[in-house]
């Protein structure tokens, strides 16, 4: 069963952040090394504590790895451990105080905001019939508009966008609650896929906005990143720029770009800790000099002079 754990976390980190082949098989590989010490410690993965970890930690080092190496197989551990206590697999996160050897931290990849245009008009032609055009122009006008995790899109109650709302009520990590308001493009592409949706049989008995003939009932993010992938294609963009999780970020990068603050932009992505929001700040910096160098009396006389 616990071998199910690197599977669920390999397919969501596929789905959701766009992860490639070789970032994949890199998890996997660190994982199951991982699943083989804590084993022979008598433990699993659900009932391993902060001790088993550190544990590893310092099999690796005796090892003699690489800091990157080690630092990256802590990554995952930690990864794995954050997606199992917010699917609700354990009640705590044994990896979340230890730290590893200091690494860079890269900022998100985003879009600007015309490349996030021409993906939302190629969603409005590239599918083969109406109906799907519809369905995917509502899947990327909702994510754009709301910056949700693809988990949270793809899953979204019917309810909550019956009535034409101005805010959507989103069910997120943990099963933590919360309001976002839906731009007058995102109402549109909602009542124009619900008119195609409600006509069907079996559809329109579903509680999900987007069902789906699966297991879950709705569409899977697996599906979601695959037509991303094809949007990608056809609009140019390089597919490893592009997944479900570029899109919010780029929600965030351009409501920060247009003066929004942290602590807004924080509620709105469900973020839990304000330290996690903080990695947007680097746009505030580029805003923030732009600013400077165009406003200031000395930078104007200067440019003047010259």
């Not at 995952?76 to 609700?88: T, V, W």
């Not at 989103?170 to 549109?188: H, L």
């Not at 709705?218 to 094809?230: A, G, N, S, Y």
């Amino acid at each position: 069963m616990t071998i199910n754990w690197i599977e669920s976390f390999l397919e969501a980190s596929a789905a959701e952040l766009g992860t490639t082949n070789n970032t994949q098989q890199a998890y996997g590989s660190d994982l199951k090394n991982f699943l083989s010490f804590v084993t022979g410690q008598g433990s699993n993965f659900k009932t391993s504590d902060r001790k088993v970890v550190e544990s590893y930690l310092i099999y690796c080092e005796a090892q003699g790895l690489a800091t990157s190496t080690k630092a990256r197989r802590l990554s995952s551990i930690k990864q794995l451990y954050r997606f199992a206590f917010e699917e609700g697999l354990r009640k705590d996160n044994p990896s979340v105080e230890i730290r590893g050897p200091s690494k860079h931290k890269k900022l998100p990849k985003t879009l600007s905001v015309d490349e996030v245009s021409q993906l939302l008009i190629a969603a409005r032609t590239m599918p083969k019939n109406e109906s799907q055009q519809k369905r995917l122009t509502c899947l990327m006008e909702l994510l754009y508009a709301t910056g949700m995790r693809v988990t949270e899109l793809v899953s979204l109650s019917v309810a909550s966008v019956r009535g034409q709302p101005s805010m959507i009520l989103v069910c997120g990590k943990g099963g933590r609650e919360r309001m976002i308001p839906i731009s007058n493009d995102a109402k549109k592409a909602i009542i124009e896929w619900l008119s195609f949706r409600d006509e069907g049989e079996t559809t329109k008995k579903s509680l999900f906005l987007f069902p789906s003939h699966g297991n879950q009932g709705h569409l899977t993010r697996v599906w979601f990143f695959q037509q991303i992938k094809k949007l990608a294609k056809t609009v140019g963009i390089s597919i490893d720029k592009l997944s479900p999780h570029t899109l919010r970020h780029a929600f965030a990068t351009h409501l920060l770009t247009g003066g929004a603050d942290l602590r807004s932009i924080q509620t709105l992505l469900g973020h839990r800790d304000i330290a996690t929001t903080e990695i947007y700040t680097h746009v505030l910096d580029e805003r923030l000099k732009e600013l400077v160098l165009t406003h200031h009396p000395l930078a104007q006389q200067r440019e003047k002079s010259e």
